[in-house]
């Protein structure tokens, strides 16, 4: 379209003259090139009976009383009910309902707000625009609580949700039916919106738990992440994604056109002009959109689809890559939690059915990019995308939860139950999940050892324990609750606290040190945790190490072994289940009653005094000697876990409970009044003494159901003995497992135990019926005897240094690594995983498919993409985090060997 037939069009609205002609009334912008509708609304003419009973309500309105479901303001989704301050964050709390339309009603204790009644809106908040424009946005302040209410604005909420519902209802309507006066009423709706946008402010809506409306410090984009023109969060709720839909419906009907020709100027132009462009102008502004509200650049792109702005399409599409390359790790995951994984991942399905088969105009050729879109395939230009898509169910629950870290969701699904487990790991995550067993014995116990990019818990080393169908050692997960402080805090986690304070290091990474997912039945993970304490100096020591052993098709137990040297007090925490009742009970009798825990004065400057205040109706006494407790559910006390605990040094116990959250409600269904309805069992095993204090805690985990299996558990002592070897004896019917575990580095030095097993490595398991050995573990090691038995191999690990990183992606025939280091060629080594440490200290690992020999250099090719991108002394990684690394890059392929007697 010229300009000339633009200037012409103007003229004759100003004049107020109905243009009819096609090809003029559709001029607005670039949109006229496209045809319409661009979008798929999913409705025709056979379903104009249902679309038109869908709308009777909205036609039933004169026109101005629909468009004043069209608020003039901003509003918010925060207000708490001054009666109750139930539910959680002020979010959501009131219901309302079109029949009473300036109503509030509480859910929780059913309280009515109404505009004349109890709690009037008298205080006044001045808000200026970015035209100058000064409004009062009316409130009522409960002194007391020191809380705003701004019910109106709440009110406005619901209404802009009904009218835009009612939009796109008359839209379908139009479609379904070519009736004019269904696109008038969206066309009035549209044009309504656009003259209020004008005039609004930039509102921030944040902080938790008391939720703040006030006016931002700018009222000029880029916006802060709490704040928005017309949404209440930036980037991704500023985009009218309703409107775009309704203006796309009704984009070839002439009422645009005749509404123009009654208000005297283009409404199309406005629309597009004046709303939809500001809109993703002020969007672009921000600086990133590797987001988890992702699924607003789709509305972009049907936005520049709807328009005919392909620059829109181009940009929209460069960050929805960045997404999921830039967004997610090497092992396909998304870089805060599994449940903000799959809300990304939500949204980027929705940006991809947006962007499929996207084709530019012809001759259009990005600017930026230097691209041309034909036929657009998403998943063809973003072929990692296959392995983000369910990258969290490799660690999800037998029953199809999803693994509760970081901020996820307790009793998510996603995948459904399996039938069989078996240990797996998100080793660019930082999580490893032991597994094993079939049907109802299926068991998993995790290690979580990744760094806090967001929606993050302070849980380095943390670990759970799901058995015989429960999460019976849990993370207590997601909550948007009062004491959100406590869920995310360091001992509201299985793990070793140091000095009663959160880990607080950044970055906050753990390193993967060994992964063996099965060796003949039984598999091992051990992890370092040190960064995440960088706010303790002098601690060079944080690492856990677990082994699942299993004993027979039904059951298994599992060592832990968690070693600390640094700070001055350090308390291993355990909780039980956050889901269900359980009792307690503990060998050591009695104990000195006590309100809470203490907290040493040595270290009271900066311990987390808020959270271990959570930990109430304690029971304390001190021990020296091994002891074990019981978690059991009421009812059924032959149902639960049995704990171990090898102490050898003195420690103080302390047994009592926490808050378990997670039965207040999930979401904006939970209560803060129900905070302390619920609780869990919490151990907590305190050792303090002048820094640098070690520790070395050794624990056996019994998960049983209907009996226990295990009949002993005992320590083993060792000759030379070592602070940080510990052994035991495991017994178990006719079999007595002997456990080694050192930290002992190459060349090994020999281990002996009282019970006559030798170890020249890192862990060793021999298993006996009466004397007789019947099987053999021997992790990271070169010697494991017993009696006449011996189980030797040259060497514990391989180790060298990467030259080079092929990677298919690069155009090179597999993934890899280089290395002038021998190993042995073929498959021998095939399901090893090989841990690279790189220039920066980090450690990352991966799976070995096959060793080949190339050009006199050994090529380790790998199961996954690495994801590394190698050049000079410069490592890149090419996914989540894409640090820019200086140095070498070595490795190390810890070796495992056992051998079995036929019984």
């Known amino acids: 379209m010229g300009l000339l037939p633009h200037i012409l069009r103007s003229v004759l609205l100003s004049a107020g003259i109905l243009l009819l002609v096609q090809g003029i009334s559709h001029a607005a912008g670039n949109s006229a090139g496209v045809k319409h509708p661009v979008l798929n609304h999913g409705v025709g003419p056979a379903d104009a009976a249902a679309c038109e009973q869908a709308v009777q309500r909205v036609m039933a309105m004169s026109e101005e009383e629909m468009l004043s479901y069209v608020p003039e303001r901003h509003f918010t989704r925060f207000c708490h009910c001054p009666e109750c301050f139930g539910g959680v964050d002020a979010d959501l709390i009131f219901d309302w309902s079109i029949d009473r339309p300036d109503e509030l009603k509480c859910r929780f204790c059913g309280f009515l707000w109404t505009p004349d009644g109890k709690y009037p809106e008298t205080t006044e908040l001045l808000a200026t625009n970015s035209l100058g424009e000064t409004r009062a946005y009316m409130y009522y302040y409960d002194e007391e609580h020191k809380t705003s209410h701004h019910f109106s604005r709440h009110i406005d909420l619901h209404k802009r949700e009904w009218i835009h519902a009612q939009g796109r209802a008359l839209g379908r309507a139009f479609l379904a039916t070519g009736k004019p006066e269904y696109a008038r009423r969206v066309a009035l709706i549209l044009d309504r919106m656009a003259e209020t946008y004008r005039h609004m402010e930039v509102i921030k809506v944040g902080g938790t738990p008391n939720r703040y409306f006030k006016v931002a ?3 000029q984009p880029p916006y802060t992440w709490d704040a928005g023109r017309w949404g209440w969060h930036s980037p991704g709720g500023e985009l009218p994604s309703g409107a775009i839909e309704m203006y796309d419906m009704i984009y070839n009907s002439p009422e645009l056109d005749r509404l123009a020709g009654q208000r005297g100027y283009d409404v199309r132009e406005r629309i597009e002009r004046e709303f939809f462009l500001p809109t993703l102008e002020a969007v672009a502004a921000t600086k990133s959109h590797v987001d988890n509200y992702v699924a607003y650049l789709g509305t972009a792109i049907n936005m520049a689809r709807v328009i005919n702005e392909p620059k829109w399409v181009h940009w929209a599409f460069r960050w929805i890559g960045e997404n999921v390359n830039a967004g997610c790790f090497y092992d396909g995951m998304w870089h ?86 078996v240990s797996t790991i998100l080793p660019g995550f930082g999580h490893a999940s032991l597994g094993r067993g079939t049907g109802a014995h299926q068991m998993q116990a995790q290690l979580h050892f990744s760094g806090a990019y967001g929606h993050s818990h302070r849980d380095a080393l943390q670990m759970t324990l799901w058995a015989k169908g429960k999460e019976m050692l849990c993370d207590v997960g997601y909550t948007w609750s009062d004491i959100r402080y406590w869920t995310t805090s360091t001992i509201s986690h299985n ?20 992964f063996f997912p099965d060796v003949n039945g039984v598999s091992m993970v051990e992890a370092d945790g040190r960064r995440a304490y960088g706010n303790i100096g002098g601690l060079d020591r944080y690492r856990r190490l677990l082994l699942m052993v299993p004993v027979s098709a039904a059951d298994a137990y599992v060592v832990d072994v968690f070693v600390v040297n640094g700070g001055s007090v350090h308390d291993w925490m355990l909780h039980g289940d956050a889901d269900e009742d359980t009792e307690v009970r503990c060998s050591i009798a009695g104990g000195e009653p006590l309100p809470t825990m203490p907290i040493p004065e040595s270290v009271a400057a900066a311990a987390s005094t808020q959270c271990y205040g959570e930990l109430r109706d304690l029971r304390h006494t001190a021990t020296s000697e091994p002891f074990d407790a019981e978690f059991t559910y009421p009812g059924d006390r032959d149902h639960g876990v049995r704990i171990y605990m090898l102490t050898s040094t003195e420690a103080e116990v302390y047994l009592g409970r926490s808050p378990s959250v997670r039965r207040t409600g999930t979401g904006t269904n939970a209560d803060n009044r129900k905070i302390y ?24 985990y019994e998960p049983f159901e209907r009996e226990r299996f295990l009949d002993g558990v005992e320590p083993v002592a060792v000759t030379p003995a070592s602070p940080d070897v510990c052994a035991m004896r495991v017994t178990h019917g006719e079999y007595t497992d ?6 002992d580095q190459p060349p090994y030095p020999e281990r002996l135990t009282a019970d006559g097993v030798s170890l020249q490595g890192r862990v060793g398991v021999v298993r006996r019926r009466g004397e007789t050995v019947v099987g053999t573990w021997l992790f990271e090691g070169t010697d494991l005897r017993c009696g006449q038995n011996r189980l030797a191999v040259e060497a514990g690990s391989f180790t060298g240094e990467i030259t080079a990183a092929p990677r298919i992606a690069e155009g090179a025939e597999c993934d890899g690594f280089l290395t002038a280091a021998k190993l042995p060629p073929g498959e021998v080594l095939k399901g090893a995983w090989v841990i690279v440490t790189h220039g920066n200290g980090f450690t990352h690992g991966y799976p070995i498919e096959r060793i080949d020999e190339v050009n006199g250099m050994t090529r380790i090719v790998l199961g996954i993409d690495h994801g590394l991108h190698v050049e000079g002394s410069t490592t890149r990684e090419v996914y989540f985090p894409r640090r820019s690394i200086e140095g070498v890059n070595t490795f190390r392929a810890p070796l495992a060997a056992s051998a079995m007697a036929v019984e």
């Open 217 to 219: 410090d700018s009222q």
């Open 336 to 421: 805060e939690s599994p449940a903000y994984h799959y809300m990304t991942t939500s949204g980027l399905r929705h940006c991809f059915s947006s962007a499929v088969g996207y084709t530019d105009p012809p001759g259009y050729v990005d600017e930026v990019d230097g691209r041309r879109y034909e036929d657009l395939k998403p998943e063809v230009e973003l072929p990692f995308w296959a392995k983000v898509q369910d990258a969290p169910l490799a660690i999800s629950y037998p029953s199809g939860d999803l693994a509760v870290v970081h901020d996820t969701w307790a009793k998510q699904k996603v995948g459904g139950a399996r039938t069989q487990t």
């Open 495 to 514: 793990l070793v606290a140091v000095d009663c304070a959160e880990q607080k290091g950044s970055p906050a990474d753990g390193d993967l040190l060994s």
């Open 677 to 700: 309805d619920f609780w869990m069992p919490t151990l907590v095993v305190r050792r303090s003494g002048p820094a640098p204090l070690s520790s070395v805690y050794t624990a056996v």
């Open 738 to 743: 002997t456990i080694v575990v050192t930290h």
